[in-house]
């Protein structure tokens, strides 16, 4: 069983408006940050780990992330997602992210329950 998820979707700020980004460092034209560039920045750049170390990936490991963020990059409408690979994105996020960007992208890969009180 399938995610349908929506990477063209913007991330947006506290106050709900999109969170904008230059395509290219010192770029004057912004764009609004999608969950697809996110997704691709964490899938294809390694991490860090608690000790401030390069993780190490398997190369089994290094080519499941580079199959999805190839995917996400082709998608241009909602896409069908294994629950382990929504699984590696919000670890990925949530190392490689900034607080903001963790929420919103977590709220879009994995949606409160209708009624939920988390905050």
Known sequence: MGVSIDFQTAL?????????????????????????????SVLVNQLVDQMGKPEQLSAEEKV????????????????ELKIEDVA????????????IVVMRAWDILDPPAQGSTEA
């Open 12 to 40: 947006t700020e506290l106050n709900g408006e999109p969170m904008m980004v230059s395509e290219r460092m010192g770029d004057a034209a912004v764009k609004p940050y999608l969950l697809r560039d996110v997704a691709i």
């Open 64 to 79: 499941r992330h580079a199959v999805l963020a190839q995917a996400i990059y082709q998608a241009a409408s909602p896409i």
């Open 88 to 99: 590696l994105l919000k670890k990925r996020i949530g190392r490689g992210a900034p607080p």
